[in-house]
């Protein structure tokens, strides 16, 4: 993992400039979790209008490594979910040895530190995977909400590769229809939720 004093973290981007904060929040989180410092973190500089940044494959590993370690299934259960919602949004699946948009990135922190942290990144999502389980058991014995299910969904389907499946539950909005690629023939799907329309009556029509 890149270590916590590399100069390597001001030369990779959030959505508002330079990561060089990126690492006091991650140490903060490693010592105790704290779901303010998470937020801050997360929509700060790791995620912002289903876009992710270097900055955001570069803290992965730690998030990922936290999840796995830590004894409150809550926070284990947070992390699952958001660091799913950001592979659901990673734009460099299957490229190798690092996404091509890492290209000028490559040119200033050199090739091999650009491979380090796709390579990390990608085992960091292979151990959130692996909690997935673990996390379903946890969830079904504690009441949440409709749109945490379906985060757990998006997440799910992100780490097992399903992306459009995962990309579709999350710009979801309630009443509005789902759009999505059939990866068959790759026609437009939409697929519309079930409505109880009253009539003047009180009859019902679905």
């Known amino acids: 993992m890149l270590k916590w004093n590399s100069d390597v973290?001001?030369?990779l981007d959030g959505p508002y400039g330079s990561a060089e904060n990126?690492?006091?929040?991650l140490?903060?989180?490693m010592r105790q979790y704290n779901q303010e410092v998470f937020d801050e973190l997360f929509q700060e500089y790791l995620f912002h209008q289903n876009t992710i940044y270097t900055a955001t494959y570069a803290a992965m590993p730690y998030l990922a490594q936290l999840a796995c370690f830590t004894s409150d299934a809550e926070v284990r259960k947070e992390l699952f979910l958001n660091c799913g919602i950001i592979e659901t949004?990673?734009?460099?699946?299957?490229e190798a040895p690092f996404p091509a948009s890492w290209a000028e990135l490559a040119e200033d922190v050199g090739s091999s530190v650009c491979t380090e942290l796709y390579r990390e990144y990608v085992e960091a999502i292979g151990k959130l995977r692996a909690l997935t389980k673990e996390v379903f058991s946890y969830t079904a014995q504690h009441s949440i909400d409709g749109m945490e299910k379906r985060y757990i969904l998006v997440a799910d389907a992100a780490y097992r590769g399903s992306y459009i499946t995962a990309n579709m539950l999350l710009t979801f909005s309630n009443g509005d229809e789902y759009v999505a690629v059939c990866s068959a023939c790759e026609e437009d799907v939409f697929i519309w939720p079930k409505l109880n329309l009253t009539i003047s009556?009180?009859?019902?029509?679905?």
């Open 89 to 94: 949004s990673s734009d460099g699946r299957d």
């Open 9 to 11: 973290w001001g030369k």
């Open 22 to 25: 990126v690492p006091v929040l």
């Open 27 to 29: 140490q903060q989180l």
């Open 201 to 206: 009556d009180g009859e019902k029509l679905s």
